[in-house]
């Protein structure tokens, strides 16, 4: 525990310092050497590298129609209504955020447009691991879906004889996907950036990884001119503000919901009261011990930070200068503090809202920046598959006035070829 | 000239090819030696580039207020009145971008909102060179203004004994910029990227400027955690698409306004006129004659292309496959013809709409996505200066409905305490 007034600067520092992300030399190599050789071999690279690090038996890399319509029969029912309630939830809220485009004349004959194009072939990247995340599906795909990509690639890894987990396929199916690479990795990165027999070529490329797919995303983003990727991905945080009556249970609940995604994961409790720590503690101990990931979650625990602060104000001070991905207000009637929320990526208002709500089904987006990049990016929302451009239809009326402000701005910048552009007009209208 | 049905495809290939951009090895290294520098000595590091780049013969890094304060003075009344009627278009145009909160009740007891945050911090760069450019002061200081960023630094490099244009000042006073720093290149961002004792720290950078500046913006993008670059840059380019009907001198001055920004720049005409080609080129060669810039315009059309289509549909395709930042529209009537506008950075429409119109005082914003990055890249809008975060607020039943989701997910996805952060509050809602 930490007594924020007491504290001094750099145990502030260190009380809010986020576990160091290691960029190493080695893995930048091997990331290059990968890109290299998807780039010159396509197919046949891939295949390599599944053989290579996921022991792959067999020789397809994209899963057939047919399977990807069956997927839905191989699913409990729960978990069928439990991806059809998340992908609903999340359509709605992305659906309401469909951009409209804008018209308006700045002067007599000037009329200028802003308008949407929806980002043409997309890839969505799915970490494999320890378990297949469908979640991750649809918080991509469904908006690449309503934003009407007319190409989205999903890759995901497959090991060894196995083959993509069902709750996958039918996510995907919803959203409309129907190219799904069974790769993972750099490799995966590199063949929806450079395109190869089998895999489309996309402009814009999302989802979270490993090092080794952080550092592809980078790398193909500088290497490959008009190549987009969504946002720099570090690892999982949560912070949460609770008073003196929150329910410590509840507390416990959510930082180790938090702490479970991984040893780099971090969690911290904000509170005004001495005894809600206390509590809080007892209860993570206990609950710690009944979790099938109870060894990552007690490491992620050991970055944690326990915070004692004089007020619910000075809470959001400490929060905005860390800038959490996920901020849970534990409080009785947090309305007023609401706009006291700066850096956060998703906020979580009340006690019978946890975390995981977000993770899967309130709505919102679950991808959202971390490590600190709260303060400057957003969550991921529908028009990041989206690019905005301009229009701009000028008459010879509101030429002849533009030109007040084109002809001296063009002179001083030096550039008569500017100037000469409207003048030469100028001159045709005067000679109508 | 082209004719575009009969080339082969690397002859279209080559037809549609920008200058290579250099990044040379070079250039990475001495500017991450400067990022080093500014990092380690701020101010001092600062004023050691300024001397050693720009043989600057004073001390002083910060514009006094006072001086941006006497700048219009310095105007004359007409360049003064261009200013304010430039700064008045782009303020209505990027106004009515303005964003809206949004909240959706997706589930009963399920409230999610999008909520929009300025970005705190921004700094802007305005490359030096050889004429101020208080243009590109405007595009994007209007933004930061009109989103209400709490600090906005400019900075912009100044030779010898010389002060900042006052052109520049005054744009800049208007955008209510206070803090005006008299440094360029790699050092200025760099100042930006990590603060210096003069220089505030931002969060964003924006700004086109040479290599090392570009460089510098990629660089401190990767090393300074919750930094945010605007967009790659690259050399400006054009693409005219012109029927039999249209001006060739108009098109000529259209092409050369384009060219004279740098012997890199590129201009494309594409035609189903073989006249319109030929003239236009008769009256680009008379129009270059008369350009002070007339060595680097003509530079520059070295790499210009003429391409001959089979019709107006077809010039839509190449333009796509190119993705001019600028697209110009010298059609009899363009209206038909808009939905076939693809990855196009600003379009300008009909024969009163010349590009300059545009880089000045329509409203629209000049900085627009080159090189190809057209397709996944957005015109520099009012949201680039924003950050997006969600809120959710779930009641009691709506959280017993929602865990028909988050269970079976949880389950699915084998994360336990994201199950358990949902059962432990249900369990008290059927014990209240």
């Not at 004889?161 to 409309?176: D, V």
Request: charged share 15%; glycine share 6%.
């Amino acid at each position: 525990m930490i007594l924020w007034n007491e504290a001094t600067a750099i145990e502030k520092q260190k009380a809010l310092l986020r576990p160091a992300v290691k960029q190493s030399q080695s893995v930048q190599t091997a990331t290059a050497a990968i890109l290299e050789q998807v780039k010159e071999q396509g197919d046949k690279a891939l295949l390599n590298l599944a053989q290579q690090f996921d022991k792959r038996s067999n020789a397809r890399l994209l899963v057939p129609h047919a399977e990807i319509a069956q997927a839905s029969s191989l699913l409990t029912t729960e978990l069928k209504t439990a991806i059809d309630i998340a992908y609903n939830n999340i359509k709605q809220f992305h659906q309401a955020q469909q951009p409209k485009a804008l018209k308006i004349e700045t002067t007599p004959g000037v009329v200028c447009e802003l308008k949407y194009q929806a980002i043409a072939a997309v890839g969505i990247y799915v970490p494999g691991g320890s378990a297949p995340l469908p979640s991750s599906v649809l918080m991509q795909g469904v908006l690449a879906q309503l934003a009407g990509a007319q190409t989205i690639v999903l890759a995901t890894p497959v090991k060894g004889s196995e083959t993509i987990n069902p709750a996958i396929l039918y996510a995907a199916q919803l959203c409309g996907i129907t190219t799904i690479v069974e790769a993972g990795g750099a490799g995966a990165i590199a063949a929806m950036a450079f395109g190869t027999e089998s895999v489309p070529k996309v402009f814009k490329i999302f989802g979270p990884g490993n090092s080794f797919v952080t550092m592809a995303k980078q790398l193909v983003a500088q290497q490959v001119p008009g190549l987009a990727i969504d946002m720099p991905a570090g690892p999982s945080e949560v912070l949460v503000i609770a008073d003196e009556r929150a329910n410590p249970e509840f507390i416990a609940a959510d930082l180790l919901s938090q702490a479970e995604h991984g040893e780099d994961s971090q969690v911290v409790l904000v509170t005004n009261s001495a005894n809600i720590i206390e509590a809080a503690q007892v209860a993570l101990s206990k609950q710690l011990n009944n979790l099938s990931r109870k060894d990552i979650a007690g490491a992620a625990l050991e970055n944690s930070s326990f915070i004692l602060v004089d007020s619910i104000e000075q809470a959001f001070e400490v929060s905005a200068q860390y800038g959490p991905e996920h901020l849970i207000l534990q409080l009785g009637d947090a309305t007023p503090y609401l706009d006291l929320v700066k850096n956060a990526g998703s906020v979580f208002v009340g006690d019978f809202t946890p975390e995981s709500a977000g993770d899967y089904a309130s709505g919102t987006n679950h991808v959202l920046p971390t490590y600190g990049y709260s303060q400057v990016y957003s969550s991921l929302n529908l028009l990041d598959f989206y690019r905005t451009y301009t229009i701009q239809t000028i008459s010879k009326s509101g030429l002849t006035e533009l030109a007040k402000a084109i002809l001296p701005l063009a002179a001083a910048e030096g550039l008569d070829a500017h100037g000469k552009a409207v003048s030469i007009r100028l001159e045709s209208i005067v000679n109508d």
